[in-house]
């Protein structure tokens, strides 16, 4: 009897600021896609990992009632519904195994301008607006304040001018949302960005095999965020100091110049951004013909 294939299931939000890098990121793991007509999943072409294009608050929800195996989604998102299971005695059953850097933004508290802040204490007996309940009520627990905690699923910006509210709990990104309706931030409880989560739920060993694979490589992609490649050539007697210069570098790769005893060449992967000022630096130490790479991918 054939035994059916075993597919990975992940979870990326469907419109939204996290979507284009979400689905650039596992494409620069490897992976092609086809779309389906609704547009609400991906079948996986050159392996057996589809997509499921979903609402960014259902994605916890799916990895822990293992309906997915990953899930790319804010830290706002899964602290939330981490908070909210806990508060019904429940335990999440999946944890965050990367931050993937992009979907920045801040979990904050804004007040009307004009209105005096000076603390958490300003909060007691104050309506908040919010659509993050357990994330704001977890705040307030923790800083012994008792303030009316008012739902409100969307547009919470508007809160005060309406009479619901007299503070608003919001995601802030740039700011700008909070300025034209006359709000300021005066606290902040997240800072959050994008992670990649995984179902704690033991899973068959092939299945297993499969996730730790693109687990691989997606490290293998995130650890070149800003990693360069840098190739120069040096004098020998200059090499520890131009080493000490490589930024975030593990010990480069140093090769002979052919017909040169006294000049190398070296290779190295820095870790980090390479500015002009290193450059510079390294010309001044006496390096020459210096090349800066970018990297798409690193297999340790």
Request: aromatic share 6%; charged share 25%.
């Amino acid at each position: 009897m054939d035994i059916p294939e075993q597919r990975i299931k992940i979870a990326v939000q469907k419109n939204g600021r996290l979507t284009e890098h979400s689905l650039d990121l596992l494409e620069r793991c490897g992976l092609r896609f086809r779309q389906s007509k609704d547009q609400l999943f991906c079948y996986g072409e050159n392996m057996p990992i589809d997509i499921l294009l979903v609402r960014d608050d259902d994605i916890p929800g799916l990895v822990h009632d293992d309906v997915c195996d990953l899930g790319i989604v804010g830290l706002n998102v899964v602290a939330e519904k981490r908070l909210e299971l806990g508060y019904a005695g429940k335990e999440a059953l999946y944890k965050q195994v990367f931050e993937v850097d992009f979907g920045h933004c801040r979990l904050s508290l804004a007040a009307p301008e004009g209105v005096e802040y000076r603390g958490a204490e300003d909060l007691n007996n104050r309506r908040i607006a919010t659509s993050y309940t357990n994330l704001l009520r977890n705040y307030l627990d923790t800083q012994r304040v008792n303030a009316e905690i008012v739902y409100f699923s969307g547009a919470v910006e508007i809160a005060p001018k309406l009479g619901k509210a007299d503070f608003i709990c919001d995601l802030v990104s740039t700011g700008g949302t909070l300025t034209a309706n006359s709000l300021r931030e005066v606290e902040t409880l997240l800072d959050s960005e994008a992670v990649i989560i995984q179902t704690l739920k033991p899973l068959a060993a092939g299945k297993q095999a499969l996730v730790d694979k693109i687990l691989k490589r997606l490290d293998g992609v995130l650890q070149v965020r800003e990693s360069k490649y840098i190739m120069l050539n040096a004098p020998k007697a200059a090499l520890d100091e131009i080493s000490a210069l490589l930024p975030g570098s593990e010990a480069p790769t140093v090769v002979p110049l052919d017909g040169s005893d006294d000049r190398v060449a070296v290779h190295a992967v820095c870790r980090e951004n390479v500015f002009w000022e290193t450059l510079e630096n390294l010309k001044a130490a006496g390096a020459t013909s210096l090349l800066v790479l970018p990297i798409e991918k690193m297999l340790a």
